[in-house]
């Protein structure tokens, strides 16, 4: 059966071969997938040796989504304009595309939740996470996208990168206003138990919150907006799932049923 993996350092916890295999027994195609441990300085002779191998495919995560996008011959808009890519595929003529799901998966989680047509969204961070799901959120529809930053000159490079395609502009923290229908935590504060400095007032019980943190309990920024009156607060779980989706989407052509995957996933957190 056709070999995939996903590629990372650390990848023990990964939960992503759970989640192939449900869609592969679901949509009843024949797979295996694993976790491959690259070494930090090693990620290409991995990919390379997976390949002679016959992997047909790979996800790639922390610390080598960069290095991946460099290695593709072939790129999507997404990833192109990421930066960054999260999956691979080995095509017979041995070329290699990279695709970005990510942005995607998370638009795909909203989604299943709210609209986001006319939208007002606060992204909050500018690392490779926010970069990952600017395009998809501009493509959903929204109607103005603001990034706000720790670093605010990394946010303005940003809204000046995807300026071309559609509303978006960065804002320091300290300047936000209220009225935000949607605000998304990008950032990696919370792996540390930290928040991201933006004002309560931002916070209202009509905002949608969306952590693409996700853990057993309510992740630190979502019991913080929750404090300040969110009543509607998401974790990343859902993301996790739909990125994942979406790459098996382009390997296998067919569509995976998200909810049964998540729902049992979310079991499995508690
Ligand atoms: P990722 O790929 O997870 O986005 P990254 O590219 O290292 O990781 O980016 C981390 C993001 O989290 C950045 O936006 C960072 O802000 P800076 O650009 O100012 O560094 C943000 N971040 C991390 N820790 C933070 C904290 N304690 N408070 C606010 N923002 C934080």
Redesign the pocket.
Known sequence: SDKYVVIGNPIAHSKSPAIHSQFAAQTRQRLEYQTLLAPTDGFELSVHNFIVAGGKGANVT?PF?EQAFTLCTELSDDARLAG?VNTLSFLPDGQIRGDNTDGQGLVADLLSHTSLKHKVVLL?????????AILPLLRSGVKQLIIS????E??QTLAKQFKDYGNISAVP?AELESGFDIIIN????S??G????VPVHIFSPDTLCYD?MYGAELTAFNAWAKSHGVVNCIDGLGMLVGQAAISFEIWRGVKPDVDIVLSQLRQALE
Do not use: C, E, H, Q
Request: charged fraction near 15%.
């Open positions: 922390v989504k960054a909050i961070g500018a690392g490779g996470a926010a970069r990952g930053n720790r670093t605010f990394k946010a923290m990008s950032t990696s504060a792996l540390a930290d928040l991201p400095g693409m």
